[in-house]
């Protein structure tokens, strides 16, 4: 698909769910808004979850020691 054709129809979509939601009653709104607030919450905290299963854990064993070497140059 056309990118521009892509983008134009998300921005459709979003004023279409903008326009619907200016059209409910005041508590329905305010339903709504704290719907969306909660659920980006969540979304936000899965995709932190996720992030942080996907690093590797540094365990104590796996890091490398520095220690002193001594060279002999003679």
Known sequence: MNKEFVKKMVKAEI???ETLKEILPGSARRMVE???R??????REIA?????EDMPEESSED???ARKVNVDFS
């Open 34 to 36: 704290s719907f969306e």
């Open 15 to 17: 004023l279409r769910y």
């Open 63 to 65: 890091k490398k020691a």
């Open 38 to 43: 909660n659920t980006s919450n969540l979304i």
């Open 48 to 52: 932190v979850e996720i992030v942080k």
